[in-house]
């Protein structure tokens, strides 16, 4: 990303949303020139200066303190995820420090495989930082059949908005797909040097014209926890919940547990699910030993 026109086009999209009734100004008649707060109600709101806030607002957080931010932060409503965002842009910007690349995970311990496969009845899996699925107990990679099938290594970005499949198998699709660009920006801002992160948002952008303005759009979300709908091709409809776990001997990794409501039509579709996976594999099994 180009860091200042980043911050410039982030701060200016959040000031274009908010109203000045929303922020608790007095909203005089008239036609407003802008949409959105104007930078110089931002400034009051944030308790900067108006030449202060323009250079923020023109891609130069060099130096602005913590509560500076925080103020801006306020100013313009931002969610605990935004708030994140906009540090993490301050932080790229500030003096100078040698540039590192962090590359995005591509293999696991075996021992993390093995507290996969100990998860019976719920699917689990692990996914990095760009979104590539990297392992799978069972019942996940039966879940997300339709995923593997496609390209390795497995990306969940890459599934829904470049494989047609896709929106069959999520009934939410455009949530879905509002989500997935939204972490994608915002784990952009924390590693901007990271070349696999750029090259998979490259690749979305030339190949997906809902990508380009869905990431046009400058949202950033935390999706730790929730519901979840699948239309699996076997066994039908499932709704689920969702909980995310980062894994602290690897920040850049993290483990996804679905589960249902016990007793529930989509539990009963996880038991089908299960056994139509034990069959799968067994038929697999059966093939590779006539082959060999």
Do not use: C
């Not at 959105?36 to 200066?49: F, H």
């Not at 100078?96 to 311990?109: D, E, F």
């Not at 198998?169 to 797909?177: E, G, N, Q």
């Amino acid at each position: 990303m180009d860091d200042q026109a980043e911050i410039r086009e982030f701060l200016a999209s959040r000031r274009a949303r908010i109203t000045p009734e929303q922020a608790g100004l007095p909203a005089y008649g008239g036609h407003r020139r802008v949409k959105g707060l104007r930078r110089e109600e931002v400034a009051m709101l944030a308790g900067v200066s108006v030449d202060y806030y323009v250079r923020l607002e023109r891609g130069n957080l060099s130096g602005a303190s913590d509560s500076v931010l925080d103020g801006v932060a306020r100013a313009l409503h931002l969610d605990d995820a935004e708030r994140q965002y906009l540090f993490d842009l301050a932080r790229h910007t500030s003096p100078p420090t040698r540039a590192r690349r962090r590359t995005a995970a591509k293999r696991l311990r075996p021992a993390l495989q093995y507290m996969l496969d100990a998860i019976t009845d719920a699917p689990a899996w692990i996914h990095n930082d760009r979104q590539d699925l990297l392992a799978a107990n069972d019942l996940a990679q039966a879940l997300y059949a339709p995923l593997l099938a496609g390209p390795r290594p497995a990306n969940i970005a890459r599934f829904i908005y470049l494989d047609p499949a896709a929106r069959d198998f999520l009934p939410d699709w455009d949530k879905a797909a509002n989500d997935v660009a939204a972490m994608l920006r915002g784990e952009a801002g924390r590693n901007p040097y990271s070349k696999d992160l750029t090259d998979l948002i490259g690749e979305l952008s030339t190949r997906s014209e809902i990508f380009r303005k869905r990431w046009a759009d400058h949202n950033v979300r935390q999706h730790r926890t929730g519901p979840k709908k699948i239309h699996h091709p076997a066994v039908g409809n499932l709704e689920l919940n969702f909980e995310t776990m980062s894994l602290d001997s690897d920040p850049s990794l993290t483990l996804v547990i679905y589960t249902a409501v016990p007793h529930s039509p989509s539990a009963d579709a996880l038991r089908l699910l299960a056994t139509w996976a034990a069959t799968q594999n067994q038929a697999q099994a059966d093939l590779h030993e006539r082959l060999t």
